[in-house]
């Protein structure tokens, strides 16, 4: 099955260090979104990206993320400081618009973020 | 507005029975999305059924269907003759026409017993 692949799995690293998490869609896919999960928010929209244009991230806090796909290959989620309270599970998924009846969008594992 | 709501925070029930999960949802798209995803203990999300809002043909997939019903927004999820290892957090999601944003519910976390 084709998978969408997610690195780090783990990532622990201390207040106001930079973190580089990346995403590899799954190859033709044309959408692809990057979620944060966390106990008290659940699953929030950072970023959604379509043929690798930027259509939103209103969810991002500007000032310290931002997300790119430098290729369709690729697609990069940045802290820069981190703090601790972006702790989460960070997920990226990927997907085909307009898809077929019972396409769904394919999540990768995630990177488990935690800032000291 | 669009929002999805599971009220059920949490069911508990013992091996071979079957179980509901219900998903509300708001939207003013007359075309749209609806997801149901599971994320086990391991973490990852796994993708279960999509239906498009133009088609409320329910869907037995197995052990699990889905009852889709226009007339009051729902989108539930029941799972026949559960076991241990459906035990999971089950997510209901709604992605408008424009595919511009899952909006997730807060999840239901589901425990088979033995």
């Known amino acids: 099955d084709a998978r969408v692949t997610q690195t780090p799995r783990h990532k622990v690293t201390e207040m106001g260090q930079e973190v580089t998490m990346r995403c590899q869609p799954i190859l033709g896919h044309n959408t692809v979104f990057w979620y944060r999960q966390t106990m008290m928010q659940g699953l929030e929209l950072l970023a959604y990206f379509r043929n690798r244009a930027p259509l939103d991230d209103s969810g991002m806090p500007k000032d310290r993320f931002s997300a790119e796909m430098p290729d369709a290959t690729l697609a990069t989620l940045k802290i820069q400081p981190s703090e601790p309270r972006d702790s989460a599970v960070y997920f990226c998924a990927s997907g085909l618009e307009p898809g077929d009846y019972n396409y769904g969008y394919t999540f990768g594992s995630g990177t488990r973020l935690t800032v000291v | 507005a669009q929002k999805v709501t599971q009220a059920q925070t949490e069911i508990s029930v013992v091996e071979k029975e079957d179980v509901t999960l219900d998903c509300v949802y708001e939207t003013r798209d007359t075309t749209y999305y609806l997801f149901w995803y599971k994320q086990p203990p391991s973490g990852e999300l796994v993708f279960l059924i999509r239906?498009?809002?133009?088609?409320?043909q329910n869907e037995i997939s197995g052990r699990y269907s889905w009852n889709f019903q226009k007339s009051t927004s729902s989108f539930n999820f029941t799972i026949t003759a559960s076991q241990v290892v459906d035990s999971a957090v089950y997510f209901c999601a709604l992605l408008p026409h424009n595919f511009n944003k899952f909006y997730f519910g807060s999840g239901t976390k589901l425990n088979v017993k033995p």
């Open positions: 239906r498009n809002s133009f088609d409320e």
